[in-house]
């Protein structure tokens, strides 16, 4: 149904802000039945949730993350942007823009994934 | 260190059957559904299977899930070359009211 794709630069420099936007189509980001949010994978480690926000304002964040990060969704164009302020190496991944499903008080499955793009801090 | 906990890697011959055990706590994997997702080398992540053994169109029904209190299971019958990649679960952790993923664990087809 959706159709993510991630957009923005590949190097950073250290503590800079990183701002990525994922571009949605195949249906409004005014969905009521999805969160868009983050979720990032280290070179050759696992997934990191960075957060979410629905489009009622509700959203959440990984509380490691909490304080530097930022979601936000720009419903004229169809999409939504992220922004980690103060960027170190540990920040250099690949960056995922995905869509879970939303429940009133959690956010259930991942159904939609951008291709990924890989952010370097240096 | 992740929330849920998987094994680094598991592995079994072709044909035959694998588990992948994810495990958590009670704010997270027992009261929430987990969802799994495979992930093939320089690709995204892909959702296998989720709540009560609801899979997305095209994914075969040789990939279930088994529940048991803080616990979920991934269960791969009939192992295909195919099908080796990295699998992760993932759920809702109510305390933390986040969403979190176990370490992944990576799948050889002997």
């Known amino acids: 149904q959706f159709q993510l794709q991630e957009s923005g630069p590949g190097l950073v420099k250290p503590s800079e802000a990183l701002s990525l936007t994922c571009t949605v189509s195949g249906g409004s980001i005014s969905s009521v039945n999805y969160y868009w949010g983050w979720i990032r994978q280290s070179p050759g480690k696992g997934l990191e949730w960075i957060g979410i926000v629905h489009n009622t304002g509700t959203s959440h964040y990984n509380p490691s993350l909490r304080s530097r990060v930022s979601i936000s969704l720009d419903t004229s164009k169809n999409q939504f942007s992220l922004m980690v302020t103060s960027v170190t190496a540990a920040d250099t991944a690949v960056y995922y823009c995905a869509s879970p499903r939303y429940y009133y008080d959690s956010a259930g499955r991942i159904d939609f994934w951008g291709q990924g793009t890989l952010v370097s801090v240096s | 260190q992740s929330v849920l906990t998987q094994p680094p890697s598991v592995s079994a011959a072709s044909g035959q059957k694998v588990t992948i055990s994810c495990s958590g706590s009670?704010?997270?994997?027992?009261?929430?559904?987990a969802s799994w997702y495979q992930q093939f080398p320089g690709a995204a992540p892909r959702l296998l299977v989720y709540?009560?053994?609801k899979r997305p169109s095209g994914i075969p029904d040789r990939f279930s899930v088994s529940k048991s209190a803080a616990s979920a299971t991934l269960v791969i019958t009939g192992l295909q070359t195919g099908d080796e990649a990295d699998y992760f679960c993932?759920?809702?952790?109510?305390?933390?009211?986040?969403?979190?993923f176990g370490g992944g664990t990576k799948l050889t087809v002997l």
């Open positions: 993932g759920t809702w952790d109510t305390s933390l009211s986040a969403f979190i």
């Open positions: 709540d009560n053994n």
């Open positions: 009670k704010s997270n994997i027992e009261y929430n559904y």
